[in-house]
């Protein structure tokens, strides 16, 4: 399993409204890619943010990538983004306990 960490960060007044896009907008496209197996979204009330998405193997990561698949996604933010999103890709070495899904941080 591998990893992408997008460092992003919007205005602190439009968190809420890109949590919303995130999920209502991001989230069911991305379950439609090969290899998708879930994804957070990390907020500060400053409005930087990390979204961390998993996938299978990184060539499934990879053909995201190359499809256009990802910027398309970016985009979709383009009038909150405050600076350039980064990107790294990490091994997943250990990933165990994580239930849940929008009810998660609902409780």
Do not use: W
């Amino acid at each position: 399993m591998v990893a992408r960490v997008t460092h992003v960060r919007v205005e602190p007044e439009d968190v809420e409204e890109a949590v919303r896009l995130f999920d209502d907008s991001v989230i069911p496209a991305a379950a439609q890619e090969e290899g998708f197996m879930g994804a957070l979204l990390l907020t500060r009330d400053d409005g930087r943010a990390l979204v961390v998405d998993l996938c299978d193997t990184v060539e499934h990561m990879r053909a995201n990538e190359r499809s256009g698949f990802y910027q398309t996604q970016v985009a979709k933010f383009a009038g909150k983004l405050v600076d350039r999103p980064s990107r790294e890709f990490y091994d997943v070495a250990v990933a165990k306990g994580v239930r849940g899904g929008a009810e998660l941080g609902s409780g």
